[in-house]
Every structure is written in structure tokens, then in C-alpha cells.
């Protein structure tokens, strides 16, 4: 049976509610249309989501149903993930879309559930998957491996982390103590980004 609740799971803001409604309006049987609001993911520190518009008739039997102003359908795995969010336009005028302002955020795998009994190289690049580029991409960030020479791992910074003068630090304080901690293997970091170009002269 699907679950109705009128106290929100998460709000709308006018601004917001009158672009989504003007969207809305241009569906056929737009009255028949809740919006669809669910986590597909997650990237960096943050949960994605896919927002639709969905006949309200035909949602899962589990599936929360909520009014923000116009039936909003939660599924039922994602209410605690959305417990609190707001639903609103973006901050820079005039930019398109909408984003949704979650105080939840997903909880990083721990390195020491991982399996890190391969390679030396198959292990820094599960270390980086999973621990260190979710961490840094909450700055636009990411870390790559260029190679590995003994006990010595050369990484390349992207994103937000390319030309920013606390990338070094980035890698010091940060990755280079991540995979020192869980692969003993692991003497030094080496950042071989070139900050200024975006290119990598240093190694090959």
C-alpha cells in the first residue's frame, strides 16, 4: 500500500514550485503528474538524483507520496536519504535547473573493508576509486595514477585540484597518507600534474 504524508520529506520553494508547475503544464494530463524524486547514486560526497514527472496512479505501491505544493513521489528507500532537502533554483541568475540542498550525505566505504590483496597498482587505483576521489571531489577534484616504480606511486590531480595552490598539500597530507596507512608497499606520492598547462612533462 503507498504511504501519503502531508508533512514533507523535503520542501519546495516558490521559485522552484512555479518552474516546475509551468513545466508540468506542458504535459499532457499534467494534473495527473506528481514529481518523481529519487537517488540514482553517488558522486564525490554527494548523492545523485533523476527528477521526472510520473502519472501518480501508476507509482510503485511503496513509494512515499508527499504534498510540496504538487504530489512529490519519494521511493521508499531514498525518504531517509532526502530527510530535510529543499528542492530549489540555482544560486547564480539565470543559470537553468534546479538543485536540490541535502544536509544527508553518503557514507564513504571504509579502507578497511576493502579488499587490497592484489597488485600494488590494482590496490592504489581501489584506494582512489573509492576512499580518496569521493573525499576530494566534494573541491571538483580528482586523483589519477600515472604509474607505479617500485615503492614510488605518481599521481596526476584533475578538476578542481589542477592549479590550485593547496593541490601539493592535497597530495601530501591527504593521499599520500591514505595509501601509505593501508599498503605498506607504498614509500612515496609523487604529483607530477603540471599545474600550469594541465599537461604531465614529468613522467612517462
Known amino acids: 500500500m503507498t504511504t501519503t504524508q502531508t508533512e514533507p520529506v523535503l520542501t519546495i520553494s516558490d521559485e522552484a514550485l512555479t518552474r516546475i ?11 495527473a503528474l506528481g514529481l518523481r524524486i529519487e537517488v540514482t547514486g553517488v558522486r564525490g560526497v554527494d548523492y545523485t538524483y533523476d527528477l521526472a514527472f510520473e502519472v501518480i496512479d501508476e507509482r510503485e505501491t511503496s513509494d512515499l507520496l ?18 530535510g532537502a529543499t528542492l530549489d533554483l540555482p544560486s547564480t541568475a539565470g543559470q537553468p535547473g534546479l538543485v536540490l540542498r541535502n544536509p544527508n550525505r553518503p557514507t564513504l566505504p571504509d579502507p578497511e573493508d576493502l579488499e587490497l590483496t592484489g597488485e600494488l597498482a590494482d590496490d ?3 584506494l582512489l576509486d573509492q576512499r580518496i576521489n569521493p573525499a576530494i571531489a566534494a573541491h571538483g577534484g580528482f586523483a589519477e595514477l600515472v604509474g ?11 578538476g578542481g585540484c589542477q592549479g590550485c595552490a593547496m593541490s601539493r598539500a592535497t597530495v601530501a597530507a591527504g593521499i599520500a597518507q591514505t595509501l601509505k596507512e593501508h599498503l605498506p608497499g607504498v614509500t612515496q606520492v609523487i604529483d607530477v600534474t603540471d599545474h600550469a598547462s594541465g599537461d604531465n612533462p614529468y613522467y612517462s
Do not use: C, T
Request: without cysteine; proline residues 5%; aromatic residues 2%.
Open 66 to 83: 508527499v504534498e510540496a505544493g504538487l504530489p512529490v513521489i519519494v521511493p521508499a528507500g531514498d525518504v531517509d536519504k532526502l530527510q
Open 124 to 126: 592504489i587505483r581501489a
Open 148 to 158: 607505479v616504480e617500485g615503492g614510488e606511486v605518481y599521481v596526476r590531480l584533475g
Open 21 to 31: 508547475l509551468e513545466l508540468r503544464a506542458g504535459e499532457d494530463d499534467a494534473d
